[in-house]
Every structure is written in C-alpha cells, then in structure tokens.
C-alpha cells in the first residue's frame, strides 16, 4: 500500500492502545503507583515473581517526546514490516524484542527499585529488523538530509549503547 497514512491492523492496534494508556495515565493523576506496579522494577519482577510487568511496562512512557518518538518509529518503520510479514508475525517480533528487553533489563539491574517504562526495546527491534530488511532504504534525517537505512540503524543503535551506560539512573527503557 503506496499510501503514506496506511496502518495496518497491528501497528494501528499498538498505537491505539499506548496511546490511551498514556492518556489514561496523565489524567489518573496515579502515575507513581501505576508505574510500580505496571512498570518494569527489576527487583520486584526477580524476587516476588512480578513477570506480568515484562509485559505491561512496554505499554507506559515516562511523558510526551518518549512516547512521540516510540509511537513515530512504530508508524514509520513496523508498518513496512507488517505488510511483509503479517500481522502475527510482526506482533509476534514486537513482543519478544520488548519483553526480552525487560528480561535482559531486569536481570542486568537485579537490585533496582526503579521502575523501567517504554516500548524502546521492541521498537529498537523493529528499528534492527528494518534495517536488515531494507538496508539500502533512503530515508531522509530531520526531513533533510539523505542517509541509508543501514547508516541510521547503526547510529541509532550507538546513541542506546551510549544512553543505556550513562551513570545517572534512567527510568527509559534502552
């Protein structure tokens, strides 16, 4: 489908409901509490077997230029990728790519009380797969400048890197 505007169903249910989870969770005025719970707290999840928010935390973002940018990676690039691989398929890679993230984070931070929120793993994923799917892509940076899809993964890729050794304690998922 040519049409810039095009959803198709698993891109479009995942849109929909992060984005009413996160209006939901602005207007609870509940954001601490739900992020306890529904969050990815490492030490909760390892020792009183909270898995549920391996799930839930790739749901809620910590405010409006997190989840833009999720939700607008999530459009541009897991579109392409559901069209060829279907809607299972690509709701399937989703999943794994964001709860494997929260698996990983969970045991490389074991004593962390911090809550971890955000899809970025999974759309990391989707960022890493489109990159192999259609490597020589243009795309244009900022709307301006041309790069190949393979070139922007990769920077991508090494400002996570970089984001996820910072030393100040983040509640983004990288």
Partial sequence: NGNPL???NGVKLLLIINIAVFVLMELSGQK???FQLFGLV???VLQEYRLWQTFTYLFLHGGWIHILFNMLVLWMFGKDL???WGKNEFLIFYFVCGIGSGLITAFTSMNSFI?????SGAIYGILVAYGFTYPNKMVYLYGIFPLKVKYMVLGLGIIAFFASLST???SISH
């Fill in 6 to 8: 095009f959803l198709p």
């Fill in 32 to 34: 601490n509490i739900l």
């Fill in 42 to 44: 490492p030490r909760a």
């Fill in 82 to 84: 559901e069209m060829d």
């Fill in 115 to 119: 809550p971890i929120v955000g899809a």
């Fill in 168 to 170: 100040a304690q983040s």
